[in-house]
């Protein structure tokens, strides 16, 4: 029976099997350590998974009348603000969509804003961070009568309809496997820019750490544990690191501030530059990858998220079966497929 790593995805398997995503990994590269019956419980999983992709067919979302609430850091919000347009051109959306973006502490001041962005649509977009007032908004909307699609982070303990994002745990997987590619030795120095304030972030985390471990990986990590996730404080947190005389030979950040990171290393010898890996995809990031600044970003394809979630939005109108989650292939990006991909 033949798998693609990603298709479904890695995190999706688990969830429909009931077992670890480590264990699923294990089946997929056909490494040992994994009895019988949970290998036929995850082959069973892919194959009904792949069964009900053939089964849903195509879903239009052209008609759907949607808004997009951006709820999240400054630079994420203008990223998506600059994509809806795009978006809805390529898709050929019927109805410009409505778009109302605010700061993450705002939840509260904005929920008026909120209920009169949600009257009369068929669904919600959502990108927001983590926080118990949004939850109550979530809630609110769906009781109102409007769909809520969580994107970028997930509110599981709400009313929304689903969820659409990157499989967290293959993209930490992914940024290890680029760290021991390098070089694996005793005097490997790795930096873990690390904040753990939102969900993804210890995912991310989880899937490095348990593939170091999986590769037998001989360096040392050194934690930069970050509050904010600012540029500011990133850059400073390298710059202390730095200056106690290590060479830090790549740095993998699973939290923001990456922009701030580069700062820390752009007058160091090219040929010996710290090696960022980062996960936030919009510019400036891509002038960054090209002027070789940021080694490598992890991340999915910024379409395929939103047209995946109006996908859940428009099966639901139809009254068809809708995933409550949605996991979506991560990619390694560099300066040689950065301008070939739809990343921003």
């Not at 997930?154 to 070089?183: C, E, W």
Request: glycine letters at 8%.
């Amino acid at each position: 029976m033949k798998h693609k790593l990603t298709t479904p995805a890695i995190k999706q398997i688990a969830f429909t099997a009931d077992v670890s995503t480590a264990t699923v990994d294990r089946v997929l590269n056909k490494r040992p350590g994994v009895r019988d019956k949970t290998r036929q419980k995850v082959e069973a999983a892919i194959e009904m998974l792949n069964e009900g992709a053939r089964k849903t067919g195509p879903i239009d979302i052209t008609d759907l009348r949607v808004g997009f609430v951006l709820n999240s850091t400054e630079m994420l919000n203008k990223a998506y603000q600059d994509l809806v347009p795009r978006f809805a051109a390529r898709f050929g959306l019927k109805h410009t969509p409505k778009v109302m973006q605010f700061n993450s502490e705002s939840v509260l001041e904005a929920a008026s804003e909120m209920r009169d962005v949600a009257q009369g649509l068929d669904g919600i977009i959502l990108v927001a961070r983590t926080s118990a007032a949004m939850v109550g908004q979530i809630n609110e909307t769906v009781g109102a009568g409007t769909e809520v699609v969580c994107v970028t982070t997930d509110f599981p303990g709400s009313r929304r309809l689903g969820y659409v994002g990157m499989d967290q745990v293959a993209a930490g997987r992914l940024a290890a496997r680029l760290v021991a590619l390098r070089s694996n030795s005793a005097d490997q120095l790795v930096a873990l820019h690390i904040g753990r304030n939102w969900r993804c972030e210890g995912e991310r985390e989880m899937g490095f750490r348990s593939t170091l471990r999986d590769l037998n990986f001989k360096g040392r990590i050194v934690e930069l544990p970050t509050m904010s996730g600012r540029n500011e404080e990133a850059q400073a947190l390298l710059n202390g690191l730095l200056k106690q005389g290590h060479h830090v030979d790549a740095v993998y950040s699973p939290s923001s501030g990456v922009v701030g990171l580069t700062n820390a290393i752009k007058d160091q010898d090219p040929e010996n530059r710290t090696f960022i890996i980062g996960h936030e995809l919009f510019n400036p990031l891509k002038d960054l990858l090209q002027r070789d600044l940021v080694g490598a970003q992890i991340g999915t394809n910024s379409y395929d998220v939103l047209s995946e979630g109006l996908k859940v939005i428009a099966l639901k109108r139809a009254g068809r079966s809708v995933p409550s989650s949605v996991f979506l292939p991560a990619h390694i990006i560099m300066k040689e497929n950065v301008s070939e991909l739809d990343w921003y």
